[in-house]
């Protein structure tokens, strides 16, 4: 079987897509790969660095606020849209696919419509609450159509088949006891709370965070990991130390990278973060608490809507960017303070929203689809 993935622009598209390809890989071995995605995005970067082929075809969105520099850029993008498709064609009759799966991102529109004309077969995954442009275009017309959660349904037409898959995951998250989590960082056991603003930094959400240190400080026994990201390199620190808290207190872990996060994550009874796809994914599948500061600037607001997910399952609360202020943060945090009934009830609601085994629930589908059941 050959299998090509359409997936670029965000991590949320490509890395279920990576996901998928070693499932399909790691029970049929002899299954050929091919990944086509914009040669500047991010997808070329991290689809290489996984060890699957590559063929770059030229995309750019459009952009919406004209300026003159806007206006030219989306004659480009018009020019990319219409050269395309030859070069999808051409990558389709070199690679003959059996099966074509887009998961998002500018390119997934041109290579799944070219797979619909070339009669081949075709699925897309979802794995914001809000669906992208392409994917609510492709819903209609595709062979499956697979979800990451339930509520990105309520915005989808009509479609020939819909399942609720979850979203994969690369590599299976290593789960331990919150004890034993933060034993190995050489924290106390008490009140732990994560915040990260990915791995750029978020500065509003750093300086609401230098706020609840100060306010955690004077409460004392709380522990506090934050992650302040590359943008946060040259100020944090320095935020920090005007407000007079201890960077060295036992209590604190302040790093510009978290590399541990999935330890950091076990660690946490709270975790306070951007509301991408994958990273509520793996907020979910751990089952934690969440306090969530949607990217303003996503597409379409999907963080908005992800994280709207968690909100309506009383598993996480919203705040909203540009409501964001320490003294915010600090009362949305201290409604879970001492309340262990509250961030264990949210922590299993959670864990409840997460599909577990989702890159078998994936796998099963497209066996069904293409029949190798046999």
Not at 28 to 52: I, M, N, Q, W
Not at 102 to 120: D, E, P, S
Not at 191 to 202: M, P, R, V
Request: proline fraction near 3%; hydrophobic fraction near 40%.
């Amino acid at each position: 079987m050959n299998v090509i993935f359409a997936a670029g622009g965000t991590g949320g598209h490509i890395n279920p897509a990576l996901a998928m390809a070693d499932k399909i890989k790691e029970v049929f071995p002899d299954t050929k790969v091919l990944f086509v995605g914009s040669p500047d995005g991010l997808e070329a970067k991290l689809v290489t660095k996984a060890g699957y082929d590559f063929s770059p075809v030229k995309m750019a969105g459009i952009q919406r606020k004209l300026t003159p520099k806007n206006i030219a850029l989306n004659f480009k993008a018009v020019y990319y849209y219409m050269s395309a498709g030859g070069q999808v064609k051409k990558i389709f009759s070199k690679f003959k696919p059996d099966l074509v799966i887009g998961t998002g991102g500018y390119v997934t529109g041109t290579v799944l419509k070219t797979a619909l004309k070339c009669k081949i077969k075709t699925a897309v995954h979802e794995s914001n609450s809000l669906p992208g442009v392409s994917i609510k275009m492709l819903s209609e017309k595709v062979d499956l159509v697979m979800l990451g959660s339930e509520d990105a349904k309520k915005h989808l037409g009509n479609m020939k088949k819909c399942v609720v898959t979850g979203n994969p995951m690369r590599n299976n998250i290593p789960i331990e006891s919150k004890k034993a989590a933060r034993e190995r960082l050489g924290l106390p056991d008490c009140l732990t709370i994560l915040s990260a603003g990915g791995s750029q930094g978020a500065m509003r959400i750093n300086e609401a965070v230098t706020e609840l240190l100060s306010w955690e400080q004077k409460k004392g026994n709380i522990n506090h990991i934050h992650g302040y990201g590359k943008h946060g390199k040259d100020t944090f620190m320095d935020m920090v130390k005007e407000k007079g808290i201890d960077s060295k207190n036992p209590h604190f872990i302040l790093k510009e990278y978290i590399d541990n996060m999935y330890t950091c994550m076990c660690a946490a009874d709270l975790i306070i973060t951007r509301a991408g796809a994958m990273t509520l994914t793996e907020i979910m599948t751990i089952g934690r608490a969440s306090v969530l500061v949607p990217y303003p600037y996503a597409a379409e607001n999907h963080q908005y809507y992800n994280a709207l997910t968690l909100q309506n399952a009383n598993a996480g609360r919203i705040i909203n960017d540009k409501e964001l202020t320490g003294a915010k943060l600090i009362d949305t945090v201290n409604e879970f303070y001492g309340n262990t009934e509250l961030l264990s009830l949210m922590a299993e609601n959670a864990s409840r929203l997460g599909v577990k085994n989702a890159a078998e629930v994936v796998l099963s589908q497209i066996i069904e689809l293409m029949d190798l059941k046999n």
